[in-house]
């Protein structure tokens, strides 16, 4: 017997509730009456989207009616899990708009402390008592400038945001963190998304991140400490936690923290990179990109940007008209520029691009000349109407050669906003750009799981009924230039 699907339930509870008979809404929504029996018994699965547009129109379902129709239609087509993930990866993509703006506000003058305020070792019991200990070491640790040692998973949320707070006024605290990831992302499918949630949003706070994963759980690396699997470990203290956090014992014994230091960095050897950060003004993101370019072969690579995504169709006399004169350290900027856009420009001509764009940015662009994806400092000045259709151009010209791929996006569809770009290779790595105010940096992954999620949301969004396809973007580009250009 054939269990009923999500789609199924969902298309009898609507029929029953509407009075509708199943040969009166079939002849309406011009389907076999045999076919639309076998869909709403679960017998067979219902693919055509077209039918399903005609059953809910005949239905006269409510906006919140259609959206659970349709959420059921994609459960029942790619899966729950899949759906799941696919919901969450959205959820992490719209929460960048605002991630440096959600700052919880912390007293932290009261978490300064004398070293008489804690005892040698001491039993700690309670939440509110937990965290105020917690809270006293990381602050002391970071004010001393020492290092910060985490083996604790990132739902520690008055941990994490007592660091990002402290951090604004300490930043050269280094903040070595390392979490646990479940092999099989989960019951749901996104435990790990979760995961990775957090440690974006902390590594826009943190100056100086460095998370590490393992995969299993964090009992299963401490031997006989089961009952406290948690560590905090900075050099003048020791703080081992339970799961709940309602208890702890803080240690303070030279010889138990150098212990507990050895057993961190024995793990942390065991380790795998959660995410690399690259601060691209400190270190010349145009010279981090020739290095990037090393590792890439741009094979099958998604990207979601705003505006053009045109880096690699520049060349050296608009890099040397428009970058800012007064970046430091700007000759060497520019002569790595010229050199990594024109090294971009080849090695993605022998890979396949897709590019994402938001409509209303890149019609923005055409129309000032302003690259809002980038820092202000970056650019002097707007680029001129000629050199706008100069970047134009040559796009089209890529798009018609065929390796490069572009799906111009609804502004209210698109997601994702100017402060960041996503570039992901299948299977190899996933970088996101963020630029806000005097920052710019490279965020990098290459854990499988998050790879895997994100690029299948990219192709979702590549391959749906809201991105318009190379034809139609490349026409809408043109009309653009018609109406702002010439």
Request: proline content about 2%.
């Amino acid at each position: 017997m054939r269990i009923m699907s999500v789609l199924s339930e969902k298309l009898k509870y609507y029929i029953d509730r509407k009075g509708q008979n199943i040969a009166g809404l079939a002849k309406k929504s011009k389907i076999e009456r045999s076919t639309l029996y076998q869909y709403i018994k679960g017998k067979r699965p219902l693919q055509n989207r077209v039918q399903l547009e005609a059953i809910m129109s005949e239905l006269h379902l409510t906006p919140d009616e259609r959206a659970e129709m349709l959420d059921a239609y994609e459960i029942s087509r790619i899966g729950e899990i899949n759906y799941n993930r696919r919901r969450k990866v959205r959820k992490i993509i719209e929460s960048l708009l605002t991630v440096e703006e959600v700052r919880h506000v912390f007293p932290t003058e009261e978490y300064k402390m004398d070293r008489k305020d804690l005892g040698e070792n001491m039993i700690i019991q309670g939440e509110l008592e937990v965290n105020r200990a917690v809270g006293r070491i990381i602050h002391d640790a970071m004010a001393k400038g020492g290092n910060l040692n985490l083996l604790i998973q990132p739902d520690y949320d008055f941990l994490m945001e007592l660091i990002m707070a402290i951090n604004d006024e300490y930043p050269d605290t280094k903040v070595k963190h390392i979490i646990c990831l479940e092999a099989d992302s989960g019951q749901d499918g996104c435990s790990n998304l979760e995961n990775f949630q957090k440690i974006m949003r902390y590594g826009i706070g943190i100056s100086k991140y460095e998370p590490r994963y393992y995969y299993g759980r964090a009992r299963e690396h401490y031997g006989v400490m089961t009952v406290l699997p948690y560590l905090i470990v900075t050099d003048r203290y020791a703080v081992l936690i339970s799961s709940d956090r309602k208890a702890a014992v803080l240690q303070s014994n030279e010889d138990i923290i150098r212990y507990l230091k050895e057993l961190f960095d024995r793990m942390s050897q065991d380790s795998f990179s959660f995410m690399t950060t690259i601060d691209g003004i400190r270190k010349n993101q145009a010279a981090w990109g020739l290095e990037y370019i090393e590792m890439t072969d741009f094979s099958n690579v998604l990207e979601m940007c705003s505006g053009l995504c045109s880096i690699q169709f520049w060349d050296e006399r608009l890099i040397n008209k428009y970058i800012n004169r007064n970046i430091p350290g700007y000759e060497k900027l520019a002569k790595d520029y010229t050199t990594y856009a024109k090294l971009l420009y080849n090695v993605k001509k022998q890979g396949k691009i897709t590019v994402l764009m938001n409509a209303a940015s890149v019609e923005e662009f055409i129309r000032s000349g302003v690259f809002r994806e980038y820092p202000e400092i970056f650019f002097s000045k707007p680029l001129s109407p000629a050199d706008r259709r100069v970047l134009i151009e040559r796009i089209l010209t890529a798009v018609e050669e065929g390796w490069y791929h572009i799906r111009i996006i609804p502004n209210e569809e698109f997601l994702l906003g100017d402060r960041w770009e996503i570039l992901i290779q299948e299977d190899t790595h996933l970088l996101l750009q963020y630029s806000f105010k005097d920052q710019f940096k490279v965020f990098i992954f290459d854990e499988a799981d998050i790879l895997e999620a994100m690029y299948d949301f990219l192709k979702s969004l590549a391959d749906g009924e809201n991105a318009l396809d190379d034809l139609h973007s490349m026409a809408l580009l043109k009309k653009w230039v018609q109406e702002y250009l010439l």
